[in-house]
């Protein structure tokens, strides 16, 4: 069995959103019991990761960290048509995935109880972002 | 077909722990032959990682750079109430897998000679931790 | 509906590779139209990762990125038998993707306009690379 959607998430610009009930929906409207479900991002600048969801403190330092890690508008980059943020958010994107499986049972997504998958949007702007999920397994 | 468990690991704190064994029992319980095998950690403080399993030295080395990329207690965390070592996790769970898809051919992981799946406990202190096995395919 | 590949890539030592077309092959001759496509390479040495495929500035930007996060032949490294880029290959490896999900519609990976699949050679010489393809879906 197999369904698949692509969704679309606005972001207002760089941060993280969180998505877990957006891809829990996918899974419901799938009528997979056990599975496994997969989310792709279909951009090089957002990307997606699974984080801790009870306290917001861990995402604002998380992009503490990742902004020191990741210097927007490093001398070092020839890639900086699209400003400061261009190649930063590329290499964010590298770091993190563009891909996640997550296994579905009781046709629900199996994550630990401090899990949220939250899509990350790297650029400075607000954009619309495609979300591909595909989910395998039997009804 | 589709076989998924979940299995517990205790780590002994800090450190890489290698469950290819682990894994590779699950899949041979399941009797699928050919397929894919997702393996899927339930916590933001520990992760998967795929290392070089022949040398012991590649594992500390990874601790050593880690340990110096995520410094344990840097005061630009705003997230601490559990020690040093609680956003450090999270961010090293964020660098490295929550998640990996790994081939299965003829009833085995499809791993090259050198590779070994690994639990990687981030914080100090030892954990029961809780891994899904995901197995679809043919038997 | 299963199909699996090995395919062999050769490489010219460090840099990145697209490989997208290579695993497209795979798909069309699998005969899945909608489905998941898991790309593994087995190798703790060289890895994979999804990036914009629009302008080699990127990759060049990315390469000098990551050459200055992993510091090849770091006196902290004590696992250094085969070179300077031996641990750092290592490293670079756990920070990006050994396995990457891509699902497939319509017969073809369904990757963003800008999207490529790309093989990371972290080796200084050319090595000749293993990556598995496994394809679930319906036909």
């Known amino acids: 069995m197999h369904y698949s959607k692509l969704i679309k998430i606005n972001t207002s610009g760089r ?15 799938s009528g997979v019991v056990d599975g496994l479900c997969t989310v792709f991002i279909q951009h090089t600048s957002a990307s997606l990761i699974i984080c801790e969801n009870a306290d917001p403190s861990v995402r604002r330092d998380l992009e503490t960290y990742i902004s020191r890690l990741v ?36 046709g629900r997504l199996v994550l630990g109880t401090w899990q949220g998958i939250y899509l990350w949007e790297h650029r400075y702007h607000a954009h619309a972002r495609r979300v591909s999920v595909t989910i395998i397994g039997s009804s």
Chains 1, 2, 3 share one sequence.
Request: net charge negative; aromatic share 2%; proline share 2%.
């Open 71 to 106: 210097a927007d508008g490093d001398r070092a980059y020839t890639h900086a048509s699209e400003g400061a943020d261009d190649m930063a958010s590329h290499i964010r994107s590298v770091l993190t995935q563009t891909s996640i499986g997550v296994p579905v049972g009781k």
């Open 15 to 29: 941060g993280t959103l969180e998505i877990t009930d957006r891809i829990q929906s996918v899974v419901s409207e």
